[in-house]
Nanobody
Framework: QVQLVESGGGLVQPGGSLRLSCAAS????????MSWYRQAPGKERELVAR????????NYADSVKGRFTISRDNAKNTVYLQMTSLEPEDTAVYYC?????????????WGKGTLVTVSS
């Protein structure tokens, strides 16, 4: 079955960096776009970054442009989120996401999330 497993979260000081990873299994990873979302306490889940199946195109939320970079390694079935110049406002649970086909339509798949805390 489809699994998305995030790792790499933790506590970091403002201005610091972290790299999140999402290991995918159960589907043909190289055929599908992948995304990172985040949800801060008391806020709705929001899209952070998306990458096309081949990795050639990416898009980002305005709040992270220039600071975060999404990438993927299709040989390793893994998508990454490199986060730099972290701010307290980046504190959130970060989720890996894929929308995959199923009989009759599509289905959304989410990982369990990894917590990023930016604090001094």
């Amino acid at each position: 079955q489809v699994q998305l497993v995030e790792s790499g979260g933790g506590l970091v000081q403002p201005g610091g960096s972290l790299r999140l990873s999402c290991a995918a299994s159960g589907f043909i990873f190289s055929s599908y776009y992948m995304s990172w979302y985040r949800q801060a306490p008391g806020k709705e889940r929001e899209l952070v970054a998306r990458i096309t199946n081949g990795g050639g195109n990416t898009n980002y939320a305005d709040s992270v442009k220039g600071r975060f970079t999404i990438s993927r390694d299709n040989a390793k079935n893994t998508v990454y989120l490199q986060m730099t110049s972290l701010e307290p406002e980046d504190t959130a649970v970060y989720y890996c996401y894929a929308r995959l086909p199923r009989v009759g339509g599509r289905m959304d798949y989410w990982g369990k999330g990894t917590l990023v805390t930016v604090s001094s």
